[in-house]
């Protein structure tokens, strides 16, 4: 009789705690957290574990262990991913019988799988963002020579990115990383299995009345073909222009830096009468605004979070007067003065409907909105009532558990003295 075997780079000893005993179907109510999930080939389910949920995935023992250890590794590269938590092996039931391996990964906070992205219908604005963010994270897992093999919707958790989506690998069982990189036709198969997956996917939803009607399932899936292909070249291709025209490498940089890209090096190279150049850049990193605003304040949100918050901040120094100033201190100005005292104000009850991030990007929009209706500069803390009131209140949750509508309370909010909001009246 085997014994149990918990495989975990940072042993968790409540994992102990779980009935491994028992097939994962079987297990009790108790354990299991009610989260929405995408469809998988394997049994998956949530479970509660101490302060967090994970999600249990049962597997071979082959599988379970080569998907740990390419999580792991995709996780060292920074690439958007679900963390590894353990393998557990040597599972016996009561009468001796033996259960499959499993794979335990944690689960991402205020991540939703496609499905939960929609309360009656997908409309095609949410469909092309979400196909939009899935080749964005292709294009970076191909950066670094990673050939996924079951690019899908189903495959990938999605997290509101200001106003739009980033989107996570959760299923690496089918992925390789190769050294030298990837061969145009690995990333064309990828890019092929997408365009299928998504058309599937997109198609079942339409023959269970889950799709708007202006949705086409072919065209959106067509679609990340043309996002990919374009982000590709951006990211990869030469350009040669005339050497009076240097102010393009600049250009060039700004434009991949706009994307969130990061350039390693660029060659750079003249035609032998020096009338052209000739530029080919090698993108590194992924994450560009992000490690800026998690370097100036802290805060680690997504990239288009980042990007909103940094333009606000941006926009803080320059109306105090600040620009010469240091910036790590105004950064922790205006983190201090503005971003902590928003995040402070939301009720306890309703913190779990979005993150702080992306609270406080919707909190900008709503204010401008509010403000071109009323034809005036409406003050951060009136914004701010408004949108828990009329916006967030009517939210689901999306930190852990989908669950009902929280009912009203009355919100007293002090942020920002009236006399310091003229900076923001729209970033």
């Known amino acids: 009789m085997s014994s149990l075997s918990i495989t975990s780079a940072v042993p968790d000893p409540a994992l102990l705690d779980l009935p491994w005993d028992l097939p994962l179907e079987l297990w009790p109510e108790e354990t299991i957290a009610a989260l929405p999930k995408g469809i998988s080939r394997h049994l998956v389910r949530f479970v509660h574990l101490e302060g967090f949920v994970v999600a249990i995935k049962e597997t071979t023992a082959e599988l379970a262990r080569r998907e740990y250890d390419m999580l792991r590794t995709l996780q060292r ?27 335990v990964t944690r689960h991402l906070k205020f991540s939703l799988p496609y499905r939960a992205l929609y309360s009656q219908a997908l409309r095609p604005d949410t ?18 020579g990673f050939y996924w093999g079951d690019v899908s919707l189903s495959n990938t958790l999605f997290r509101r990115d200001a106003g739009a989506f980033a989107a996570y690998l959760v299923d690496a069982e089918t992925g390789k990383l190769y050294d030298g990189g990837l061969s145009n036709g690995q990333r064309e198969n990828d890019l092929e299995v997408a365009r299928v997956n998504i058309a599937g996917e997109l198609l079942d939803l339409q023959s269970g009345g889950r799709l708007d009607d202006a949705v086409d399932p072919v065209e959106i899936a067509d679609g990340i073909v043309a ?33 969130g890209f ?15 150049v000739r530029i080919q850049p090698k993108v590194v990193d992924a994450g560009h605004h992000s490690r800026r605003l998690l370097r100036l304040t ?12 940094l333009n606000d901040l941006d926009a803080f120094r320059a109306v ?5 100033d240091d910036e790590e201190m105004v950064a922790h100005e205006w983190l201090v003065t503005v971003f902590e ?4 104000s939301i009720p306890k009850e309703l913190r779990g409907k979005l993150e702080p991030a992306e609270v406080f990007h919707q909190l900008l929009d709503h204010r ?38 929280t009912s009203a309370v009355t919100l007293p909010v002090a942020v920002v003295d009236e006399g310091e909001e003229d900076w923001r009246a729209k970033v």
């Not at 469909?127 to 670094?144: E, F, M, P, W, Y």
């Not at 490498?249 to 991949?256: C, Q």
């Not at 990061?262 to 052209?276: F, P, V």
């Not at 105090?320 to 010469?324: E, F, I, V, Y």
């Open 77 to 103: 590269l920074d690439v958007p991913c679900v963390e590894p938590v353990a393998v557990v092996s040597g599972r016996v039931a009561a009468d001796g019988e033996e259960l499959s391996p499993a794979l």
């Open 127 to 144: 469909a092309t963002r979400l196909v939009d963010a899935l080749a964005l994270l292709l294009a970076r897992l191909h950066l670094i």
């Open 227 to 259: 996002a990919y292909r374009s982000l590709w070249r951006e990211l990869t291709a030469s350009e040669t222009f005339p050497q009076s025209e240097r102010w393009r490498i600049r250009e060039r940089v700004e434009r991949l830096n706009e994307l």
């Open 262 to 276: 990061d350039i390693e090096e660029m060659s750079i190279r003249t035609d032998e009468d020096g009338t052209r």
């Open 298 to 309: 802290g805060l680690d949100a997504g990239e288009n979070q980042a990007r909103r918050l």
């Open 320 to 324: 105090r007067g600040k620009t010469d």
């Open 341 to 344: 005292p928003v995040v402070r």
């Open 368 to 405: 401008w909105y509010l403000s071109q209706e009323q034809q005036r500069n409406v003050p951060l803390a009136e914004a701010l009532t408004s949108y828990v009131d009329t916006v967030l209140r009517h939210r689901r949750d999306e930190v852990t558990v989908v669950g009902p509508q």
